[in-house]
């Protein structure tokens, strides 16, 4: 299985970036799919989280109510649509799929298999 995440870049504060990860396969290993963040000298966090049957979604708190997942399954892509951006927005976005996992386990990158390459958000003026 492999991910391609794409859509980083420099944004100023109150912006907005889509960011996608391509997934070049669907199967019972990649039901669950999750984007996580990394900021310099911080440690990786949990960002947002979909499943691709069920379409449940979860959401780490400081970004409720500015970021949207989705999902294209003819596209066999996932979305994350950052709206409101804020400079401590600014990291490495990783997106990650792993099996069907409960909901209150999609948040911990225990659940995830397999990683992407990373895409640099900036949120600067």
């Known amino acids: 299985v492999q991910l391609q995440a794409s859509g980083g870049g420099l944004v100023q504060p109150g912006g907005s970036l889509r960011l996608s990860c391509s997934v070049s396969?669907?199967?019972?290993?990649?039901?669950?799919i999750g984007w996580f963040r990394q900021a310099p000298g911080k440690e990786r966090e949990f960002v947002a989280a979909i499943r691709w049957r069920e379409r449940n979604t979860i959401y780490a708190d400081d970004v409720k109510g500015r970021f949207t997942i989705s999902k294209d399954d003819a596209k066999n892509t996932v979305y994350l649509q950052m709206n409101s951006l804020k400079p401590e927005d600014t990291a490495v976005y990783y997106c990650a799929a792993g099996p069907r996992a409960i909901i209150s386990f999609m948040s911990n990158g225990a659940a995830y298999r397999n990683w992407g390459q990373g895409t640099l958000v900036t949120v600067s003026s």
């Open positions: 396969e669907r199967t019972f290993s990649t039901d669950t």
